[in-house]
């Protein structure tokens, strides 16, 4: 059984995610605050958090800021502010998904397993390592070195990373990027591609003015090429 960890200062809607979430074969944590929550985390025994961000004392963006210094669990944020600008405060801090109160229990559920499922090693144990740029990527293990050096990505970084990789010396345009990595349409969060490029970059040591590892087509989208430089 998976367990979830719902860190929300709000008991009511805690308590209904726990039921729904339940119900469905889940196992729930709850926690009402900051260091409540990161306490459990550090219990054991989690495998996503459901991270409100609008918490007294410490927020939910300093909460993950913590969370990602030595964790890479997939987190998704919740807020009743629904601003794109919001959306990638979280994004750049290492958020994995971002959903605006109110919201559909059934959209959190499906967004819940989508990013469970792509966390999950491939099962084919064989599943082929890719290489491009300087970029050893190996879906089986989830790992990623660059230059024979380890780098630590989020879900997210690394299904885009993924999907850009596969495609090595063909261009995936902006809009299509986030679909291709998550499996699902993203537009709304056209934006966010930028961020998570913006990230990745930093990760694979890419300098962002004259980028060789992954490369932007003005006007089309990013491309990482078969041979850097």
Known sequence: MQTVL???????????????????????AQAPDGPAGLARLRAGDVDLIILDVMMPGMDGLEVLTE??????????MLTARGEETDRIVGL???ADDYLAKPFNPRELLARIKAVLRRSEPAPDAAAVVLTAA??????ARREVTVDGAPVDLTTTEFDILRALISAAGRVIPRERLMEQARGQEWASYERAVDV?????????????RQPTRIKTVRGVGYLVPRDAG
């Open 134 to 139: 300087g970029v050893r990527l190996d879906p």
């Open 67 to 76: 969370i990602r210094r030595d964790s890479r669990l997939p987190v998704i």
């Open 196 to 208: 998570h490029i913006s990230h990745l970059r930093k990760k694979l040591g890419d300098d962002p």
């Open 6 to 28: 719902v860190i929300d200062d709000d008991p009511k809607l805690s308590g209904l995610l726990a039921e729904y979430l339940s119900a469905r074969g889940f196992g729930v």
């Open 92 to 94: 750049e801090m290492g």
